[in-house]
């Protein structure tokens, strides 16, 4: 598919380009062909975006330059950048922890980054149907599912590493353990969200009620498909900027 922009410019300059069709043709080859027009990032606009439930431009601008990395326990972190068309500043994209691991890695995320990446193992994929390797950080086990070469995923772990921007973080998980959300409020991160099935005071606890999304079977079922914008819980814009609690449906 070949790519050309027509554009006229208006009186200060082009304040957006909206794309249409943005996801057949991959934001990243338009991204590349701005840039040879001297075209900034910021000012290119997939048109999935706009329709985003609490989209505003100010506020998806806001987001861009805010440079945020996202710490997550699977893959919710890549999946919401792609729904909203952000880069991966984080290495924990296409690979997940378990629970109780996540929560020891966020005690000392900085220390965990360091650790030399060691293979523990390959496991079973059952979704891909396929093996993964198993990777031991320090002390805990990092399940990197979407790869199949060891070499590969710890070399795309340690690119994604470097971008983390430690001034803007979002950390994330989910369970169905009352225990490991109480656990989870109490690590010092000014936005922390943790999805769980049941209702809570915690702040840190967002609630997503099962009977929602009958095509979800489990609570991370339901994370990622809110993750991948098949259902929309909260105003991710609200949630992302400010850790700020916008429910967008009863539940």
Request: proline content about 4%; some cysteine.
């Amino acid at each position: 598919m070949s790519i050309s922009f027509r554009s006229t410019r208006l009186t200060g300059g082009v304040d957006v380009l909206l794309v249409v069709g943005a996801i057949q043709i991959g934001m990243s080859n338009i991204a590349k062909i701005a840039r040879q027009l001297k075209l900034p990032d910021e000012k290119l606009l997939g048109d999935w975006i706009v329709c985003l439930p609490g989209f505003t431009l100010d506020k998806y601008r806001q987001l861009q330059r805010s440079q945020l990395s996202i710490l997550s326990m699977n893959c919710f972190g890549g999946l919401i950048s792609h729904t909203l068309g952000l880069p991966f500043r984080s290495p924990t994209v296409n690979m997940f922890f378990r629970e109780n691991e996540f929560l020891r890695f966020l005690h000392a995320p900085r220390v965990y980054l360091e650790e030399m990446p060691i293979f523990k193992e390959f496991a079973w994929e059952r979704n891909l149907k396929r093996d993964y390797p198993v990777v031991i950080l320090g002390n805990i086990d990092v399940h990197f599912n979407h790869y199949t070469d060891f070499d590969e995923a710890v070399k795309i772990w340690n690119r994604r590493k470097a971008r983390i921007n430690w001034y803007n973080l979002f950390v994330t998980m989910y369970t169905d353990s009352e225990e490991i959300l109480r656990k989870f409020d109490t690590l010092p991160f000014g936005k922390k969200v943790c999805f769980v099935p049941f209702k809570s005071d915690l702040d840190s606890a967002w609630y997503i009620n099962p009977e929602i999304d009958k095509d979800a079977t489990t609570i991370g079922s339901h994370v990622n498909r809110f993750a991948s914008g098949v259902i929309f819980y909260y105003d991710v814009f609200d949630m992302l900027l400010y850790g700020k609690k916008t429910p967008l449906i009863e539940m």
